[in-house]
């Protein structure tokens, strides 16, 4: 058996986040697994909402974090990485220096994806290996800084959407009343021609959700469940959320406008249920590349095997 390790680095507005996976590999099959995740709650969406700017003292936070991460990946032996920014460094209009401070401290390369580069790496995750091509999902994960939505149907995008609505922008009361009317009527929309889609959610604030509700792990979340523990953490104050649920900091904040987001695209599609499978982008491109490894792996024996034949084939001349 043969074991590798992967790993990806989701750079989202509220936190970045290393994933670990390890494959292994035994004869003809391979199995993934995750491994660990670190988080650390660098918010780079809190100056970008108001300013759209990424401060000097962010940058280096995040160079200081790309820095350790690229040394716990070396202690791991990772065969092959790739750091994914969305939102916020979207968003920033200095983000090319920020691409270009980070590399020159850490040597760590990172990369901008759009809402549809998103959605195309979403079909890499586990989530999508295991749709059914006869039904229809409505993919919603929520960030710091933008909303996601994707219809996919027989394992493709059908249509994929991107919101400046999240959580971070919801706290410092930056989403603009037509970004909200434009949601809930595509919400709308959706909801009418797909009455018998399944919804999906992603995201660390919905995966808090549903632990705190002691769902069996396959089992969905009505929207009369997610509403009363929506409800039920609201009522609690911030140091409370900490102190009684074992919240982060980090997460005792937008974990209400998070569940606000989710409960409102229940009501607008009127699906009634949300099912939480615990994938999105960090196991999206970990698929990725793995995917790029075992064909460079392909590709490389192919070359070998032709050398050999070429050099065969010269002796005997």
């Not at 391979?30 to 970008?48: A, C, F, Y």
Request: hydrophobic share 40%; aromatic share 6%; net charge positive.
């Amino acid at each position: 058996m043969k074991l590798l390790k992967f790993a990806s680095i989701d750079i989202g507005s509220n936190a970045v986040r290393l994933l670990f996976v390890n494959v292994m590999e035994d004869g003809g099959a391979s199995t993934l697994k995750k491994s660990s995740i670190i988080r650390m709650p660098v918010r780079l969406g809190d100056p970008v909402f108001e300013n759209h700017i990424i401060p000097k003292n962010k940058m280096e936070m995040l160079a200081d974090t790309m820095s350790a991460f690229k040394l716990l990946m070396k202690v791991e032996n990772v065969v092959a990485y790739r750091a994914c920014a969305t939102s916020a460094m979207r968003e920033a209009t200095n983000n090319v220096e920020v691409i270009d401070f980070v590399k020159k401290q850490s040597g760590m390369d990172i990369e901008i994806i759009d809402g549809k580069d998103e959605a195309q790496i979403i079909l890499q995750s586990n989530f999508a290996s295991n749709t059914d091509i006869n039904s229809t999902y409505i993919y919603v994960d929520v960030g710091g800084g933008s909303t996601e939505i994707t219809v996919l149907s027989n394992n493709e995008v059908v249509s994929s959407h991107s919101f400046n609505i999240g959580t971070l922008r919801l706290l410092k009361k930056k989403v603009s009343k037509k970004e909200k009317e434009d949601m809930k009527q595509l919400m709308n929309e959706l909801g009418s021609r797909y009455r018998k889609a399944i919804l999906i959610g992603t995201g660390g604030n919905i995966n808090k959700y549903f632990k705190l509700s002691g769902k069996k792990e396959g089992k969905p979340l009505s929207y009369y469940h997610l509403l009363e523990l929506f409800d039920s953490i609201r009522s609690l104050t911030y140091n409370d959320r900490m102190k009684e649920l074992g919240l982060n900091p980090d997460r005792a904040d937008v974990i209400i406008p998070a569940g606000e987001i989710f409960l409102n695209i229940m009501k607008w599609s009127n699906l009634k249920n949300i099912h939480i499978p615990k994938t999105g982008l960090s196991d999206g491109i970990i698929k990725q590349l793995y995917f790029e490894y075992q064909k460079e792996s392909k590709q490389s024996a192919v070359s070998s095997k032709q050398l050999a034949m070429d050099k065969s084939a010269t002796s005997n001349e």
